[in-house]
C-alpha cells in the first residue's frame, strides 16, 4: 500500500465542511475589512526565503523544502506566505498604487518538522497583509481582524502583544541578551547555542525546557524600547483598548522570522486534551507582526506593512474543540427512485432539471432494489421521495414523501421544484 508522507493530510468529506465554514467565514471578513484576494506559486527562489525570512531562522535553516530543478536553478516550496506576496507586490508593481494596499490570501505551507498534534509538513494558513500604512491605527486594524474571524467562528482565544522594537532599539536588546544568556550558555540547547551568537532573541521562542525556564528571567525587550516604538506600543494598546478588545503584553513573544519589527501578536486557543493527563493543549493558531523593513529586503522601495497569518489546521482543531456545533455534510432536497429502464431514464430528467436550479437532488444509479434505494435515501438524509414509474410517467404526476414526517402528498412532476423549494 502506498501511503501519504509523514506530517501530510488528507482532508475527507466529512471533515471538509467546517474547513469550508472557516474559509467562508474568513473571506467574509476579509471583504468587510476591503481587503483583496492574492495567489501565488507554490515555489519560489530559494533566495526569496533565505532573504525574506531571513538566514538565522530554523524556518531556513532546517525546515525548507528545497530542490534544483532541471535547469539547477535552486527552488524551494512556500514554507509561509508573507514573503511570497512582497515578492508579488513589487513583481507587479502594486507598491506604486493607491495606499494602503490590502490583501489575502489561503495557501498552503511546507515545512520539515517533526510532526506532532497541530503541527505538520504541509498545513494550510489563511494570511492577510496590509501595506503602506505605519500608524498603531493600521496595527489595530490588523488585529482586530483577527479577533473579529475568531469571535465569528465562536473560537475563543488569548490575545498577547508585545513589541520587538526597530533598527535603532534592537542592536541595545540584543546586546542584553547575549550578555544574559552567555552565563547559562552551558544548559542551552544545542540549537540555541548557536542562537546565542547569530540571533539571540530567538531562544525567547525556544520550546525546550529549560531554555524557556532560563528564558523566563532574560531582560525584556519592553525596556529597552526606543521613545518611537514605546509611543506606539502604547498608541496601539489605547486603540485595542477602546474597541474593547482583550490583550496581554507578553514580553516573550518575538516571533519565528526574522522580518518583524515593532507589534508582533499572537492568539492562542485550546485545540485538544490529552485523554491520559486530561491536561487541555493550547497553541497559537493565529500570529503575526508589522515588518517595515521587509519589502525593501526583497529589493523594492520602502513601504511598511504589517499581517499574520491564521493555521488553518489548528482554527479546524479549535472550532471543533470549541464545542460548538460544526457543520455537517449538506443531504439531498430530494431523492427519486426509479423503477425499470424507461423510470430510470425520467428520474435523470428530473434530477438534471433541478440541478440546473441549483438543487441538490440524487437518484438511483447503481441498479438497487426499490428496497434497497429508500434504505439508501435514508442513509443519505434525503428530505424528501419520489418513486417514480410507469404509471407516474404517463400520469405525470408521483407521491412525494417527506422523509421526517412521513407525510406523503400527491404532486405534479412539473411542479417538483416548486413543492420541494417553497418552504
Ligand atoms: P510555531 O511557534 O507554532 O512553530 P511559527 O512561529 O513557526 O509557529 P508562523 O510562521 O508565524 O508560525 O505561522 C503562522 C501560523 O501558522 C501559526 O501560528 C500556526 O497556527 C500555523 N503553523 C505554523 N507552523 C505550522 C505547522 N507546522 N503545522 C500547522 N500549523 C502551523
Ligand atoms: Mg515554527
Redesign the pocket.
Known amino acids: 500500500m502506498i501511503i501519504k508522507p509523514r ?1 501530510t493530510s488528507d482532508i475527507l468529506p466529512k471533515d471538509s465542511p467546517v474547513w469550508q465554514k472557516i474559509e467562508e467565514t474568513a473571506r467574509d471578513t476579509a471583504r468587510i475589512y476591503g481587503y483583496g484576494e492574492i495567489r501565488f506559486p507554490t515555489f519560489e527562489s530559494t533566495e526569496l526565503f533565505a532573504r525574506g525570512v531571513g538566514d538565522t531562522t ?2 531556513v535553516q532546517k525546515e525548507m523544502y528545497t530542490f534544483s530543478d532541471k535547469d539547477g536553478r535552486s527552488m524551494t516550496l512556500r514554507p ?1 506566505g508573507t514573503a511570497c506576496v512582497v515578492r508579488s507586490v513589487i513583481e507587479n508593481g502594486l507598491a506604486g498604487e493607491a495606499m494602503p494596499l490590502k490583501l489575502y490570501y489561503f495557501t498552503s ?1 511546507f ?1 520539515y ?1 517533526k510532526p506532532a498534534a ?4 504541509e ?1 494550510y ?1 489563511f494570511g492577510t497583509e496590509l501595506f503602506g500604512a505605519e500608524t498603531p491605527a493600521s496595527d489595530a486594524q490588523v488585529i482586530s481582524l483577527a479577533d473579529t474571524l475568531l469571535n465569528r467562528l465562536g473560537i475563543r482565544s488569548d490575545l498577547k502583544i508585545n513589541s520587538i522594537g526597530c533598527k535603532a532599539c534592537r542592536p541595545k536588546y540584543r546586546e542584553a541578551l547575549i550578555s544574559y544568556f552567555k552565563q547559562y550558555e552551558d544548559r542551552l540547547c544545542d540549537t540555541c547555542k548557536g542562537r546565542l551568537q547569530t540571533n539571540p532573541m530567538r531562544i525567547l ?1 525556544c ?1 525546550s525546557p529549560i531554555c524557556k525556564e532560563i528564558a523566563a528571567n532574560a531582560p525584556k525587550v519592553t525596556d529597552y524600547l526606543c521613545p518611537d516604538c514605546a509611543s506606539h506600543l502604547e498608541a496601539t494598546k489605547a486603540l485595542l483598548d477602546g474597541m474593547g478588545i482583550k490583550y496581554e503584553v507578553d514580553p516573550g513573544i518575538v ?3 526574522d522580518y518583524y519589527t515593532k507589534t508582533v501578536f ?1 492568539f492562542i486557543a485550546p485545540i485538544d486534551r490529552d485523554s491520559k493527563t486530561d491536561e487541555i493543549k493550547r ?6 507582526g508589522r515588518y517595515d523593513g521587509l519589502v525593501e529586503e526583497i529589493g523594492g522601495p520602502r513601504l511598511p506593512g504589517i499581517g ?4 488553518m ?2 482554527l479546524v482543531a479549535a472550532m471543533k474543540f470549541s464545542g460548538r456545533e460544526v457543520p455537517a455534510s449538506e443531504a439531498p432536497a430530494v431523492y427519486i427512485a426509479p423503477l425499470g429502464q424507461r423510470a430510470s431514464a425520467a428520474a435523470q430528467k428530473l434530477i438534471y432539471d433541478l440541478r440546473q436550479k441549483g438543487v441538490y437532488a440524487e437518484c438511483d444509479i447503481v441498479g438497487r432494489s426499490l428496497k434497497s434505494q429508500m434504505k439508501y435515501a435514508d442513509k443519505t438524509g434525503a428530505e424528501y421521495t419520489v418513486i417514480i414509474g410507469d404509471n407516474e410517467i404517463d400520469t405525470g404526476s408521483a407521491i412525494l414523501k417527506n422523509m421526517k414526517t412521513s407525510e406523503q402528498c400527491e404532486i405534479k412532476l412539473d411542479n417538483l421544484y416548486e413543492v420541494i423549494t417553497k418552504r
Open positions: 506530517g530554523d524556518v509561509e505551507c515545512r518538522e497541530g503541527r505538520y509538513r498545513f494558513q521562542d520550546k516571533r519565528g522570522l499572537e497553541l497559537t493558531i493565529c500570529a503575526g499574520f497569518a491564521a493555521g489546521d489548528r
